[in-house]
Structures are given as C-alpha cells and as structure tokens.
C-alpha cells in the first residue's frame, strides 16, 4: 500500500473534497482491484470490486458505503498501526488499508 496516496485519500475526505483511491491485492500471482471514490456532494463512497482475475465467469461488483471506519490497532510491546475499512447497514463491512 503506498502510504502517501492513502494518507491523500484521508485528506480528502476530512476536508470535504471528492477523493479517489485504486487498491491491488496480490494473491497467489492473481490481483483484484478495488476502486474508491468519495462523493463529498452526496457523502458516500462508491466502490467497484473487480475479481475477474481471480475467479473465471466474475463480473465487475458495484457498492455504496455511508462511513469509512479507523480502528487503532497495538502492534507488538510499543507500536500500533491505523485500521481503515468502510461500513453500512446494508453491505457487508470492507477492509480499505493499514497505515
């Protein structure tokens, strides 16, 4: 995860303005692509969840979310680490980033 474009990501939404983040997961040599985009007009995120590289017969996944969540999470004796995923009443929670 590239800390600065979600740091910029975060900027965004504290202050009211559209924002827009892409995410690539890697697993076993496939990658799924998640799209974000914050309406700051309609305060909402709108994603698209793009596994057709990792199932065969998969289309491209549409989602609303209302609030974009951060838990701080303790790593290890001293350290802790900023726990972003997006949530709403009627789809299930998704896990954004760690920073």
């Known amino acids: 995860m590239n ?3 979600a740091e910029e ?6 202050n009211s303005k559209d924002a827009f983040l892409r995410i690539v997961r890697i697993s076993e ?9 914050y309406s700051a007009n309609e305060n909402k995120f709108l994603v698209c969840l793009d596994n ?6 998969t289309t ?4 609303k979310y209302s609030n974009l969540d951060k838990k701080t999470l303790a ?3 001293d350290g802790s680490s900023d726990y ?7 789809e299930n929670d ?3 980033f760690y920073i």
Not at 52 to 57: L, P
Not at 60 to 63: E, T
Request: proline fraction near 0%.
């Open 29 to 37: 040599d496939k990658e799924s692509i998640i799209d974000v985009y």
């Open 3 to 5: 800390q600065e474009l």
């Open 9 to 14: 990501f975060l900027d965004n939404y504290n």
């Open 60 to 63: 491209y996944n549409y989602y």
């Open 75 to 77: 790593i290890g004796k």
């Open 94 to 96: 998704l896990f954004l």
């Open 84 to 90: 972003y995923s997006l949530t709403d009443t009627l």
């Open 52 to 57: 057709s590289r990792v199932f065969e017969n």
